[in-house]
C-alpha cells in the first residue's frame, strides 16, 4: 500500500485547513485509516484514525475541532481541521493498517499555524 499526502501550508491561529490522502496498491487489504502527527521537538502521535465502518477516533487535544472521513471508492482519507491552534503545528502523516496487521506511511504534510 502506498500513500499520498497533500494538503498542508500555512495558516493563521483559528483558520481551518483540511488534508488529503490517496491510497494505492493493495486496497482491498486496508483495514484503519488515518493520521498521526509530529511537532516540533516532540514524538509522533495520533490525530484521528477511522475503521473500515466509519467509527472515528480522536486524541484529546483535536477532539470537537477535527474531523476525519474516507471514503472508500476512492480509497481516500482526510482530515478537516478546524479552530487550528499553534500547537498543532507539525509534520503529519497518513497511516494505514491492514487487515492483516501491516502498516504504513504516507510521506508527511507540513502544517504550520502562525499567530
Known amino acids: 500500500v502506498q500513500l499520498q499526502a497533500s494538503g498542508g501550508g500555512l495558516v493563521q491561529a483559528g483558520r481551518s485547513l483540511r488534508l488529503s490522502c490517496s491510497a494505492s496498491?493493495?486496497?482491498?487489504?486496508?483495514?484503519?485509516m488515518g493520521w498521526y502527527r509530529q511537532g516540533p521537538g516532540k514524538q509522533r502521535e495520533l490525530a484521528a484514525v477511522?475503521?473500515?465502518?466509519?467509527?472515528?477516533n480522536y486524541a484529546d487535544p483535536v477532539k470537537g475541532r477535527f474531523i476525519i472521513s474516507r471514503n472508500d471508492a476512492k480509497a481516500t482519507v482526510s482530515l478537516q481541521m478546524n479552530s487550528l491552534k499553534l500547537e498543532d503545528t507539525g509534520v503529519y502523516y497518513c497511516?494505514?493498517?491492514?487487515?492483516?496487521?501491516?502498516?504504513?506511511w504516507g510521506q508527511g504534510t507540513l502544517v504550520t499555524v502562525s499567530s
Open positions: 477511522i475503521t473500515r465502518r466509519g467509527i472515528a
Open positions: 497511516y494505514t493498517k491492514t487487515l492483516y496487521g501491516s502498516e504504513y
Open positions: 496498491g493493495s486496497l482491498f487489504e486496508i483495514d484503519l
